[in-house]
T-cell receptor, first 113, second 114 residues
Framework: SQKIEQNSEALNIQEGKTATLTCNYTNYSPAYLQWYRQDPGRGPVFLLLIRENEKEKRKERLKVTFDTTLKQSLFHITASQPADSATYLC????????????FGTGTKLQVIP | NAGVTQTPKFRVLKTGQSMTLLCAQDMNHEYMYWYRQDPGMGLRLIHYSVGEGTTAKGEVPDGYNVSRLKKQNFLLGLESAAPSQTSVYFCASNPRSGAGNTIYFGEGSWLTVV
């Protein structure tokens, strides 16, 4: 069965360092991979989408890589700030329609001042 | 600009009671969705709609019904609530199908069934 794995343990990182979160998947061939931010008690907020034929995508301090051979995406936040503390979800989309998107359980990031 | 608004935000139900969650979006989006989020599990799609007057089942539709009588509103109903339906419910919308268009989530509705 399709499976998305995100590290369930919280990631603690010092302010100013680069945070790297991992999303692994099995039995899946997504055409698109998305990353979301979710703050406690709030709904997810869409951050980035990367297509299967794209290796890397950047948006301000965010960088996402997508390796379809390794079946893995890495999400980087450079020069991390305490305001970046949140849970980050990855989601896999086989076809470009949200009705088929599968969400991961998320990894909690804590940036320590 | 309110975006996606869900009401109520919190509700406690007794087993067997019924209730309706309301989702309203002011972005003129065609597509709307209802998800539930449980500890240790990712967001799971309950029902969705691709336009006014249409609805379709998602991954976990049992025990829920939906209606989209107006384009801006998407209602999620629980006819006979069960403790297994204790969860956080999120409504979302996006303008059309296809990758690259942003999906917008509401703030969530916390439902406890006792």
């Amino acid at each position: 069965s399709q499976k998305i794995e995100q590290n369930s343990e919280a990631l603690n990182i010092q302010e100013g360092k680069t945070a790297t979160l991992t999303c692994n998947y099995t039995n899946y061939s997504p055409a698109y991979l998305q990353w979301y931010r979710q703050d406690p008690g709030r709904g997810p907020v869409f951050l980035l989408l990367i297509r299967e034929n794209e290796k890397e995508k950047r948006k301000e301090r965010l960088k996402v890589t997508f390796d379809t051979t390794l079946k893995q995406s890495l999400f980087h936040i450079t020069a991390s700030q305490p305001a970046d503390s949140a849970t980050y979800l990855c989601a896999l989309d086989p076809s470009g329609g949200y009705q088929k998107v599968t969400f991961g359980t998320g990894t909690k990031l804590q940036v320590i001042p | 600009n309110a975006g996606v608004t869900q009401t109520p935000k919190f509700r406690v139900l007794k087993t067997g009671q019924s209730m309706t969650l309301l989702c309203a979006q002011d972005m003129n989006h065609e597509y709307m969705y209802w998800y539930r989020q449980d500890p240790g599990m990712g967001l799971r799609l309950i029902h969705y709609s691709v336009g006014e007057g249409t609805t379709a089942k998602g991954e976990v539709p049992d025990g829920y019904n939906v209606s989209r009588l107006k384009k801006q509103n998407f209602l999620l109903g629980l006819e006979s609530a069960a403790p297994s339906q204790t969860s956080v419910y999120f409504c979302a919308s996006n303008p059309r199908s296809g990758a690259g268009n942003t999906i917008y989530f509401g703030e969530g509705s916390w439902l406890t069934v006792v």
